[in-house]
Nanobody, 122 residues
């Protein structure tokens, strides 16, 4: 059974920072691509960032480029999303996902975490 558990969400003022973590258990983490998605109330789930299984390739949606950084620590079986210069528009439930390769389509990922709420106040 593969499990993904997110943590690190919370309430932060605009301009602040948060680091989300996603702990993976139940499979060979080092061979898995990881992605972060988010879903705001009344909106579809959208791609935020992804990192390849090697960690050499990263991808971001345009709205977070330069502000968010995705990374992974294979020794800890954990992926991270460092979020800086947060804006109220970043408010959403953030989900991590694991799959065979990186991509922006949620359907390309096999496993999902339960989500963690990020709220950015103005």
């Amino acid at each position: 059974q593969v499990q993904l558990v997110e943590s690190g969400g919370g309430l932060v003022q605009a301009g602040g920072s948060l680091r989300l973590s996603c702990a993976v258990s139940g499979r060979t983490y080092s061979s898995t691509a990881m992605g972060w998605f988010r879903q705001a109330p009344g909106k579809e789930r959208e791609f935020v960032a992804a990192i390849s299984s090697s960690g050499h390739s990263t991808y971001y949606t345009n709205s977070v480029k330069g502000r968010f950084t995705i990374s992974r620590d294979d020794a800890k079986n954990t992926a991270y999303l460092q979020m800086s210069s947060l804006k109220p528009d970043d408010t959403a439930v953030y989900y991590c996902a694991a799959g065979p390769k990186t991509g922006t389509n949620p359907g390309g990922y096999d496993y999902w975490g339960q989500g963690t709420q990020v709220t950015v106040s103005s």
